[in-house]
């Protein structure tokens, strides 16, 4: 009897000794993905923002709300991808007006984070071809620099590492990018507007930079925490700054944070789980049955 269950004991064992890699290489990677049927809503704000009104004729003083709202389209996943759609909208809290509206529908490899060119990937409904990390850096993020795709230039630009931090008690990389001068558009204005003259309209360039900040999760690659430093200006065709066309400092409110903290250290705690402690649990109670049924298979035969 003893061999009987020494054997069966050794059996286990081993598969459990088995299981453990495999379910923190093969599993785990399985189950850890950025999810195809997202949805949230990020809010950011702006105190004392700039931005030059069509409807005034002039430029704005005013604090504003932006309301960011991410999207899955499920019909869209398939395999390593994942797609989302999202809508940005920037109201004028101060003069209770809306300001911009935009739209992006991004690919992406549901692991790493880096962008896919097809299903459509475009913004404000303009084809862009995708580069660099979309939404969420890769899990497992290392302290160096990564791609990331600006919508407002169309292309990507690095992100630096540059500090190690703490948001609400979760521990952090903090990157930081910086976008050169980018022209982003030409536009047909009235030259008064902009002091050219009585009449007629003028064309002028719509030039983007600006620095994006971004506090990261490192296992789970999710953003918890995200700031712009966003320049435009609107530049006649001799290259002479006309106007100012949107200047904000926007940054992600408390309860936006505080959402994402929270479900950043939740996915951390599953992967944790599932890379980790399952591993572990398995490996170890199956060097234990291994050696229990070594030991009675000894002892019936001694």
């Keep these: 009897m003893n061999r009987v269950v020494g054997s069966v004991l050794i059996a286990i064992g081993a598969f459990l000794i088995v299981l453990a890699p495999l379910t923190h290489f093969q599993v785990a990677s399985a189950l850890i993905a950025a999810k195809a049927d997202q949805y949230g809503i990020s ?3 702006a105190t004392g923002a700039q931005y030059f009104s069509a409807a005034d004729g002039k430029v704005l003083t005013a604090d504003l709300a932006i309301t960011v709202t991410t999207r899955g389209d499920v019909k869209e996943a398939d395999g390593d991808k994942v797609v989302w759609d999202e809508f940005t909208y920037v109201n004028d809290v101060t003069n209770s007006k809306p300001v911009d509206y935009s739209e992006r529908r991004s690919a992406f490899d549901k692991r790493s984070g880096v962008g896919l060119n097809c299903c459509g990937v475009s913004v ?6 995708l580069q660099g990390q979309i939404y969420k850096f890769p899990f497992d993020v290392e302290k160096k620099s990564y791609q990331v795709f600006n919508s407002t230039a169309g292309k990507a630009f690095e992100a630096r590492f540059v500090a190690e931090e703490q948001v609400n008690g979760l521990t952090v990389y903090k990157f930081e990018q910086t976008v050169p001068e980018t022209k982003t558009e030409t536009r047909t ?5 902009f002091g050219m003259g009585e009449s007629g309209d003028v064309q002028l360039d719509r030039i983007y930079s600006g620095v994006n900040t971004y506090w990261i999760e490192p296992v789970t690659g999710a953003p918890v925490k995200q700031e712009q430093q966003r320049n435009e200006v609107l530049r006649s065709q001799d290259g002479v700054e006309r106007s100012k066309a949107f200047v904000a400092n926007a940054k992600m ?11 950043a250290a939740d996915s951390k705690s599953q ?32």
């Excluded at 109670?285 to 049924?293: E, H």
């Design 253 to 263: 409110t408390d309860e936006t944070v505080k959402q994402l903290v929270d479900s």
């Design 189 to 193: 204005a009235p030259a008064a507007w």
């Design 124 to 129: 404000d409904k303009e084809p862009v071809q």
């Design 43 to 45: 809010n950011l704000q």
């Design 271 to 302: 992967i944790t789980l599932i890379k980790t402690t399952i591993p572990l649990v398995l490996a170890i109670v199956g060097v234990v049955l291994l050696a229990v049924g070594v030991f009675a298979v000894s002892r019936k035969r001694a």
